[in-house]
């Protein structure tokens, strides 16, 4: 086997094992407590990963398998370091992180979400991130409030 081919592997095994980070957004890191959990959960799922991985004999491979685990390792430290942990709205009288905001739509849409913080943002699942523009725009409304989305208006009609 030449040197050449060598560094050639080498290089690209080094390519597949060093992975980006994930991006860590620029605003704060609210959680809620579930969302707190969750993260913790997570990195506890990143580090299981990575054990799993010494039993892996062939170094290159091995390698390759750490790169995934490695980096979520990082970024759940990471976000769950800098979490800061929003208590439960205790009114329903305004919308507010960790709180239920359903709003209706000038088409005749009626939509439900909990406002939570980013890594825990799911819409299909019922969850928006407070930094989201809908979030934005609803957080310290009342029932009655509506708010103009483009060209749509949103009227906050149950908060829970």
Known sequence: ?????????????????????????????????SGLQALEAQLQAAQAAYAATNAIEDVNEKRRQMAGPLRDIRYFSERIRTAQLVPAPTSTEIVAF??????????GRVQTYRIVGEDEADPKAGSISFASPVARLLMGKRIGDSVSLGEQELEVVSIA
């Open 98 to 107: 960790g709180g239920t905001v359903t709003f209706a739509r000038e088409d």
């Open 1 to 33: 086997m030449s040197v050449a081919f060598m560094k050639e592997e080498s290089a690209e095994t080094a390519a597949e094992t060093l992975l980006p980070d994930r991006p860590i957004s620029s605003e704060p890191n609210l959680v809620t407590d």
